[in-house]
């Protein structure tokens, strides 16, 4: 009877358990778990942590077990613990960039961040970042009014500029990091950095003059390439942006003018510059200069670059000299033996289209139409269009 009643003792608490258990964290692969996430309905909570970080074992011990947790991520979230140094976790590391561990980021379905944060010391905590993820907005509005008022402090801010970044609100961002980093910058660590990484987008903001003054601080901390790529990439974000999109008004000598500064702050190497002038005069309708430098670049950098070369083929528009028409076609034909794809192919009868040769423009765009088809990148609706134009092109 003893034995009996021990047993049903241990039945009901192992059914207690169950029905009392924490979060519950999917093992599948990350296509799989947004997958599944679209299937039900709910966001994504990922838990990046390492084998050697105590804090993270600490809230994998104590924290997600607790049954107020569990019974609010799983209602709302399909949960991933993420090993950020091991498979697949190393990737998605470099996509989401946990500041320290644990990190808790929240996406949606499709992986676009909404919301984190550096972990969290009891499931009230917890519970509370995962209703801002669910509304960011209205946690939004009230760090905004809190904001204007210069009442937050560095967690707020932080807060506040995570959800602003998701909201796409760059310029706010910015200045939102600027005043972040005014608390915070004396340290010039790598989780700083790495901050400035994540949110910092403007050359303007005083943080990111800071990073140009105190260069060789970072350097020792983030390392000189981490450092070095980031301030040219945001350079050269502006740069382009001024100065390479479409119907850009710019002068050529403004266009050197920046480009000079451009250089001497961020070193840009001899194939950068090339593909800055590339893109530049194709903006100006520059035929000259613009067959110059594609035809430094190709000879130099992009002769084995299939990609690239497509790239420099999209200026073919503008291009009217047969001997120029000529160039561009060679260069296309060495595309198309690096990758037979439909993209390098198009290329090819766009050019042979403009020489006027109708046989050859005919042809490739069948070799075109049969690498689409093989290959099954949806493009054959376009392909056929263009086809079309093409023998239309003749009968005119």
């Not at 590339?278 to 000879?299: G, T």
């Not at 990758?339 to 050019?351: D, E, H, K, Q, V």
């Not at 086809?387 to 239309?392: D, G, H, N």
Request: overall charge neutral.
């Amino acid at each position: 009877m003893k034995i009996y009643i021990l047993m049903v003792a241990l039945t009901l608490g192992s059914v207690a358990t169950l029905l009392a258990q924490g979060i519950e964290f999917n093992h599948g692969t990350w296509a799989e778990i947004k997958a599944q996430a679209k299937k039900e309905n709910k966001l994504i909570f990922l838990d990046f942590y390492t084998v050697w970080c105590a804090p993270c074992r600490k809230m994998a011990k104590e924290v997600f077990p607790l049954p107020e947790a569990g019974d609010f991520y799983n209602k709302h979230f399909i949960n991933v613990k993420v090993d950020a140094e091991k498979g697949e976790g190393t990737t998605l590391a470099k996509e989401y960039r946990p500041s320290g561990y644990p990190t808790l980021v929240f996406t949606d379905a499709d992986g676009k961040q909404l919301y984190r944060t550096t972990g969290a010391e009891s499931a009230q905590e917890l519970i509370k970042h995962a209703e801002v993820a669910l509304n960011p907005q209205k946690d939004y509005d009230l760090l905004k009014e809190k904001y204007a008022k210069n009442e937050l402090g560095k967690d707020d801010l932080y807060r506040f500029m995570v959800i602003a970044k998701a909201k796409d609100q760059n310029n706010e961002v910015n200045d939102i990091f600027d005043r972040y980093f005014d608390l915070v910058h004396q340290e010039n660590s790598k989780e700083i950095f790495v901050l400035m990484e994540d949110f910092l987008s403007s050359s303007s903001s005083s943080s990111f003059k800071y990073l140009l003054a105190y260069r060789n601080n970072f350097y020792r901390t983030a390392g000189k390439k981490q450092v070095d790529d980031y301030i040219k990439k945001i350079l050269k974000q502006e740069f382009s942006s001024k100065f390479l999109h479409y119907n850009s008004k710019e002068s050529e000598q403004n266009y050197l003018a920046a480009k000079a500064v451009l250089e001497s702050k961020s070193n840009l190497t001899e194939k950068e510059k090339l593909q800055l002038d590339v893109s530049y005069y194709q903006q100006a309708r520059d035929e000259n200069n613009f067959i110059k430098a594609a035809d430094l670049l190709v000879k130099k950098y992009a002769y084995r670059d299939d990609e690239e070369i497509s790239m420099i083929l999209g200026g073919a528009y503008m291009v009217k000299n047969r001997n120029h028409l000529l160039m561009l076609k060679k260069w296309a034909e060495i595309a198309v033996a690096i990758r037979g794809n439909s993209l390098n192919y198009l290329g090819l009868a766009m050019i042979c289209d403009q020489l006027m040769d109708k046989e050859n423009a005919l042809k490739n765009i069948e070799f075109c139409m049969e690498a689409s088809k093989r290959d099954d990148d949806g493009k054959a609706g376009m392909i056929e269009q263009f086809k079309q134009r093409i023998e239309q092109h003749y009968k005119n």
